[in-house]
């Protein structure tokens, strides 16, 4: 019942910013990690960031510096603010999260995924 919208993929020249947000609808009692994969034209899907429960981020080697991953529990959201972007950032994005979520027999652990949102990076 749980399901994760995204939005704020674009198209964007090299240099410029863009925000992606993930939101997760319906019954969740807690999430634990969040997180944004990319997946570029011909190449398999790979980590660009990810945030636990208690702010630890980690970021794909190619996107530090540029990438921050945010999370605001109060609106079960994740966001990723992407600068300086290049044509290589180009790809769909899906978030993900790992939560616990509410049930009729009670509690279950998920792991969602997003639609995936574009983000093509002009030269």
């Known amino acids: 019942q749980v399901q994760l919208v995204e939005s704020g993929g674009g198209l964007v020249q090299a240099g410029g910013s863009l925000r992606l947000s993930c939101a997760a609808s319906g019954s969740i009692f807690s999430i634990s990690n969040m997180g944004w994969y990319r997946q570029a034209p011909g190449k398999q899907r790979g980590l660009v960031a990810t945030i636990t429960s208690s702010g630890t981020t980690n970021y794909a080697d190619s996107v530090k510096g540029r990438f921050t991953i945010s999370r605001d529990d109060a609106k079960n959201a994740v966001y990723l603010q992407m600068n300086s972007l290049k044509p290589e950032d180009t790809g769909v994005y899906y978030c993900?999260?790992?939560?616990?979520?509410?049930?009729?027999?009670?509690?279950?652990?998920?792991?969602?995924w997003g639609q995936g949102t574009l983000v093509t990076v002009s030269s």
């Open positions: 993900n999260l790992g939560g616990t979520t509410i049930v009729a027999a009670g509690y279950r652990y998920q792991e969602l």
